[in-house]
């Protein structure tokens, strides 16, 4: 890859997404990470499906299509990153609960306190619907 082409992809990033935070890089690390261990549960499981995986493929290109359109939105409103990190903040917690998950499935023990969180808030989910 020549540095030219690196160069186009940073502008882009830059373009979409604004300055690079930790926040972003927490959010990258989850989402690859959460797919990776889904891939893993279902293949465990025995219920590894392609139609499934291009769903979660799709799933995590929304996330990031949704936090570029927070920055966006962030520079027509004259914030400085706000709607774009609260949006950040929003998919960060939702790749953990799910990452968790897939490492519960897997087999991993997972601290009792993270799993009672999470139950929490599925219940109080499918209560709010």
């Known amino acids: 890859m ?8 940073g502008g882009v990033g830059y373009s979409l997404f604004g300055e690079w935070s930790m926040l972003l ?3 990258t690390v989850l989402v690859v990470t959460d797919y990776i261990s889904g891939i893993i ?3 465990l499981s025995g219920t590894l499906s392609s139609k499934v995986g291009l769903r979660g493929i799709a ?10 359109i927070a920055y966006l939105l962030d520079g027509i409103m004259g914030n400085n990153q ?3 990190d609260v949006t950040i903040v929003f998919y960060i917690c939702n790749e953990f609960i799910s990452l968790t998950e897939n490492a519960g499935n ?14 929490s808030l599925r219940s109080k989910e499918k209560s709010d619907k």
């Open 2 to 9: 020549g540095v030219g082409f690196l160069s186009v992809v």
């Open 25 to 27: 890089t927490l959010l």
């Open 41 to 43: 549960a279902a293949a």
């Open 59 to 68: 799933k995590k290109i929304l996330i990031f299509a949704f936090v570029a």
């Open 82 to 84: 706000i709607i774009r």
């Open 106 to 119: 897997i087999g991993l023990p997972v601290p009792p306190i993270v799993k009672e969180t999470i139950a």
